[in-house]
């Protein structure tokens, strides 16, 4: 579907995917598995494996020539595999780059991936007392995948991140490189999102649906530029059964014998499944507009992953519209990118800046694509939600065509566009802090954490009036739709719960001991927002609670947009803009921000400034190029007459 949904367009590699199923034939039309061929390095290939077929395939020694250009293809991996560890990528995503590594190196010296000799066998007490010693002289290594540390944002921004995704128990990485699972916490977020956006959606006027997983690959190419732009990342299954390995030496392969005619993609988007299907269902004037949407998975094959933000798999919603005008098609695109900008706002507490892409930045066969950009507090921008204005470039390349009132065959027009788990990038990396996730009120899965503050073992009447108290708080709070959570864990002490309460976002955390209940009162303790900790009264807990929260919401909104006025750079000079941005990095904390300046449409001139500095246009914005804030302005780059004002920056 979108650009904005598509990560990077940097897949290096084909990829080969092929859907298979038992070997057994009275199985073989019902069961359909995957097996991934592809053609980077797997994280598998060990040293041993590297040294027998570069010491067994190597008969000539290499020219001067060919050692030049292997040591500087060496050189770059070193650098391109630090630059990974410095954003923060994850062991098993890096696995495949040290084996590339490994493998040129092998290339150029086959001895340096020998395996090493194995070390004389030591006896018992020797082993033992050097155990002993190499303990005694190590210091404690800091397990990432174990500890509870959080790296600070000032440190390490894109460590950071990393850091409140594991800690905060949002997601794990898979046994499937570039896919993640996405736990408990961290789905509940996508849950709160979807249910509001999918009550937007059918105000809408469209409906739910769902379409195949697989695409044949045929109708990919029925759409010249839709092609172009997602053979790269698309991931195909040319094969529908496995087999065993006649020579033994694979295991399981897949049957020659089993390749499909016509290749399946597993959907990247779903404009050519859901057009395919359109053709059969509008026939006339009266069918349109046909509005559908889906809630599923793609596969956008990706080489560099973050969590959220840029993942192989990952979830979203997909709309795709058809209509009988031109005005009718562009009015449905904006309409949803005004639906997506308010649910950010108003659910999500983050505020967006709204506009069209430059032309090199639409989706693949759109005419238009309009765009929301958040800016995370690194001063990077994310894209968060892209409506895209189809023309009619889908109608005909499925043919879809509509007899209109005159009784005349016309085009259809239409539209797609889609919001997708990256959504939870940005609310983590809007409002977080370096003591762990804050959540905007609206969309915390609890609002409300009470810790009842249990009386001592024998005092039975404490506990009865502790009891009654709770329930009555907790009656409360729910009668003004708040989400609660009681955490009466007796095997927790207070402040680990404490702890782990404020590290994963809940807003407002009551605590109600035997203490409190005699004097008839509570204690209120919110994430952000407010210092200290708040007495209330037990009979107007509810009130003030939801108060509060109101309040805290719009705390963070306000937070956010301050951050976001005071982040964008107007009117700055190219050079101003090259040399701030030129040495910024995501994992920098305090970056320069994003620059509005004006600009003449010149898509070479686009594809400089991004290899000169990494800046991109992140869009047109749509108040200030409404309001001509560019007429009679230069562009900052050519010096021609201005088109547009323009917003650049660094993003993810």
Not at 74 to 89: C, V, Y
Not at 124 to 152: H, L, M, R, V
Not at 410 to 437: C, F, N, Y
Request: charged fraction near 30%; glycine fraction near 6%; aromatic fraction near 8%.
């Amino acid at each position: 579907m979108a650009s904005a949904l598509a990560m990077s367009r940097a897949f290096q590699f084909g990829t080969r995917l092929a859907a298979v199923s038992s070997s057994s034939r009275t199985r073989a039309s019902s069961s359909l598995s995957l097996v991934v061929r592809s053609h980077i390095y797997n994280s598998s290939i060990n040293r041993r494996t590297l040294s027998r077929r570069f010491m067994s395939t190597t008969t000539t020694p290499l020219t001067d020539e060919q050692k030049t250009e292997l040591q500087d293809k060496i050189k770059q991996k070193g650098d391109e595999i630090r630059t990974l560890k410095d954003d923060g990528i994850s062991k098993d995503d890096l696995k495949p780059h040290v084996a590339e590594l490994l493998e040129l190196k092998a290339q150029l010296d086959p001895s340096s991936v020998a395996p090493k000799k194995k070390k004389q066998q030591q006896q018992p007490k020797q082993k033992k007392q050097q155990k002993q010693n190499k303990q005694q002289n190590q210091k404690p290594k800091n397990d990432d995948a174990e500890s509870d540390y959080i790296t600070p944002r000032a440190e390490n921004y894109s460590r950071w991140y990393n850091d409140i995704i594991r800690v905060c128990d949002l997601a794990d990485s898979s046994p499937v490189r570039g896919c993640m699972v996405i736990k408990p916490w961290g789905m509940s977020l996508w849950d709160s999102i979807k249910n509001d956006l999918d009550a937007r959606i059918k105000d809408h006027g469209a409906e739910n649906a769902y379409f195949p997983l697989l695409i044949p690959k045929s109708f990919l190419e029925k759409e010249a530029e839709h092609v172009d732009g997602f053979a790269k990342e698309c991931a195909v299954v040319t094969h529908h059964r496995l087999t065993a390995d006649p020579s033994g030496e694979e295991g399981l392969i897949a049957d020659p014998e089993a390749e499909l005619e016509d290749p399946l993609i597993i959907r990247p988007t779903s404009e050519t499944m859901i057009w395919h299907m359109f053709k059969k269902w509008i026939v006339s004037h009266r069918d349109l507009p046909l509005k559908m949407n889906q809630w599923a998975n793609v596969m956008r094959w990706e080489m560099r992953t973050r969590p959220f933000l840029r993942t192989s798999e990952f979830l979203w919603q997909e709309g795709h519209t058809a209509h009988s005008t031109y005005e009718g098609a562009l009015q449905d695109s904006k309409d949803m990118l005004f639906q997506y900008a308010d649910m950010c706002e108003k659910l999500l507490a983050i505020p967006v800046v709204k506009g069209a892409k430059s032309p090199s930045e639409r989706f693949a066969g759109a005419e238009e694509t309009f765009t929301i950009e958040a800016l995370m507090q690194n001063g990077w921008a994310l894209q968060s939600g892209t409506s895209h204005f189809l023309g009619q470039s889908f109608g005909k390349a499925f043919d879809v065509t509509f007899q209109d009132k005159d009784g005349k065959q016309q085009d259809v027009w239409g539209t797609s566009w889609g919001v997708s788990t990256r959504l939870l990038g940005a609310l983590i990396m809007t409002h977080s802090d370096d003591a762990g996730l804050v959540l905007p009120p609206r969309v915390a899965p609890v609002q409300v954490v009470v810790v009842p503050i249990p009386p001592k073992k024998n005092d039975e009447e404490g506990k009865v009036a502790l009891n009654d108290a709770l329930d009555n708080l907790v009656a409360d709070l729910k009668s003004k739709g708040l989400k609660v959570k009681v955490d009466d864990r007796d095997y927790v002490r207070n402040g680990a719960k404490y702890f782990e309460w404020e590290r994963k976002g809940v807003p407002l955390r009551i605590e109600l001991g035997p203490r409190d209940v005699k004097g008839g009162v509570c204690v209120f303790k919110y994430r952000v927002g407010s210092e200290g900790k708040e007495t209330v009264n037990l009979d107007e807990v509810g009130t003030k609670a939801a108060e509060g929260l109101d309040n805290l919401q719009e705390y963070l909104l306000d937070s956010a947009k301050e951050r976001l006025a005071g982040n964008i750079n107007m009117m700055a000079t190219y050079e101003q803009m090259r040399d701030a941005l030129e040495a910024d990095e995501a994992s920098n904390f305090d970056g320069p921000g994003l620059y509005l300046v004006p600009w003449k449409c010149d898509e070479e001139n686009e594809d400089k400034i991004k290899e000169e500095c990494k800046a991109t246009i992140r869009c047109y914005p749509t108040d200030v190029n409404e309001a001509g804030m560019w007429e009679g302005k230069k562009c900052f780059y050519s010096g021609e007459d201005a088109t547009h004002m323009a917003l650049f920056g660094r993003a993810f």
